[in-house]
């Protein structure tokens, strides 16, 4: 038996992790149990580049990733400070994933703030099959978006690691958790699952 949203732990999800450690995996397996109880789902790049759309700071055609330094400051402070006011009520219920979703959380004790880690070199694994690129071309284009993109925020909001397990309320290792078992302990952590399970 699943149970009701109010039921539930924390009122929200934050997922954050670098690229390919498995956050919009974990997004994709939370909507069939989340949806129905009413959820709401966001990719933190679709959040942004819609946003960036309305603001007219991005083509609505370019369908690629984009970095954070693709926007102005102001652009990425208003994305972060919408997503952050969007979580901030406990009658929401949202699972949300981005680089640094989880740390915009930060002291919203209704959202359950999830890390996701994994080792370098499967992550680029990852990003060569998820988008038929070389592993050359992978590794040239993970660390100049994890440079330009972080060197942003850092300068941004004054934090030199966002990753930092203290930010969060769950640290997975996707390299020693595959996806089914993610799932589950995120679940778990949500209070999902009744006692019988």
Request: with cysteine; glycine share 6%.
């Amino acid at each position: 038996m699943v149970p009701q949203p109010k039921t539930l732990k924390y009122s929200s999800i934050a997922i954050s992790s670098p690229p390919g450690a498995g956050r919009s995996t974990l997004l994709r397996n939370l909507k069939p149990m989340l949806a129905p109880l009413g959820w709401e789902m966001f990719s933190g790049g679709d959040w942004s580049r819609r946003f960036a759309i309305e603001a007219g700071s991005h083509d609505s055609k370019d369908q690629t990733h984009h970095k954070a330094t693709d926007y102005s400051d102001e652009i990425d402070r208003q994305i972060d400070l919408k997503i952050r006011e969007k979580l901030s009520d406990p009658n929401t219920h949202v699972a949300v994933e981005s680089w640094i979703a989880g740390w915009n959380m930060r002291g919203l004790k209704h959202v359950l703030k999830v890390l996701l880690m994994c080792d370098g070199a499967l992550r680029i694994d990852r990003i060569v099959n998820r988008d038929n690129i070389s592993v050359e071309v992978a590794k040239k284009h993970l660390k100049e978006r994890e440079d330009a993109n972080l060197t942003k925020w850092q300068r941004m909001y004054g934090v030199s690691n966002f990753w930092e397990p203290k930010y969060y309320d769950l640290v997975i290792n996707t390299y020693s958790h595959g996806p089914t078992e993610t799932l589950d302990i995120v679940l778990q952590a949500l209070g999902y699952y009744n006692g019988n399970h």
